[in-house]
């Protein structure tokens, strides 16, 4: 009867052993697949790395002058020409910038910073017109480098009178909204409450 008792008593322990032991590793490789859904999401969420968000036209005249001089500044020569800018400029977001971090226990991924808008890119196609080239001074292929760097430096400076990147700023809700998505592939969540965002956009949100 002791005997059987014993045996008994050691079932007993050993599937208590076995359900722990069970249970352990089940919790370390739920907690290891989780760590790694939440590196490889944060990484996922970098990889996207700039968000074009806005797009803005500009036909500018610039006016190019170079003036050369030798013998001691005595004799000056000069190249002109007027010349027709168009222009491409984009919009938007480089999400490297973006502060955030994962909850693993919660399976959340917070947002804690979101960033300006900056200029992206700036593609200039230039059309000369009234070219006229001084004695010993006159226009070369080099030249077309110089004058693109001059038009995107052109551009560049209209672009915060044209009203992009209060227009970007507007959008940067959505691209908040794209993230969330990303993150909601894996079935996780985004938590972005500590962002200011406009009475206005939150409505939109909820609508």
């Keep these: ?29 739920s907690k290891e697949l989780t760590s790694h859904q939440s590196t490889v999401l944060l990484e996922k969420i970098k990889t996207v790395c700039k ?84 004695f010993f001074n006159s226009f070369k292929p080099d030249d077309l480098t110089v004058l693109n760097q001059e038009a995107k430096k052109h551009i560049r400076e209209k672009i915060p009178e044209s009203g992009l990147m209060e227009t970007a700023k507007k959008e940067a809700l959505q691209t908040v909204l794209l993230i969330e998505k990303i993150v909601e592939t894996i079935g996780w969540q985004l938590d972005y409450t500590a962002l200011e965002i406009p009475e206005a956009e939150k409505k939109k949100l909820i609508d």
Excluded: C
């Design 51 to 134: 968000l074009i968000s806005v797009e803005g036209d500009f036909a500018e005249i610039y006016k190019y002058e170079n003036t050369k001089e030798r013998f001691m500044s005595l004799i000056s020569s000069k190249k002109k020409a007027l010349v027709v800018i168009n222009a491409k400029a984009q919009i938007g977001y480089d999400l490297q910038k973006i502060l955030m971090h994962s909850d693993n226990e919660k399976k959340k991924i917070v947002l804690t910073n979101f960033p300006e808008p900056e200029i992206l890119s700036i593609e200039p196609e230039l059309e000369f017109y009234d070219i006229k080239n001084g």
């Design 1 to 29: 009867m002791d005997n059987l008792l014993d045996t008994f008593l050691g079932l007993i322990l050993g599937a208590i052993a076995t359900y722990w032991v069970y249970t352990f590793f089940r919790k370390k490789q």
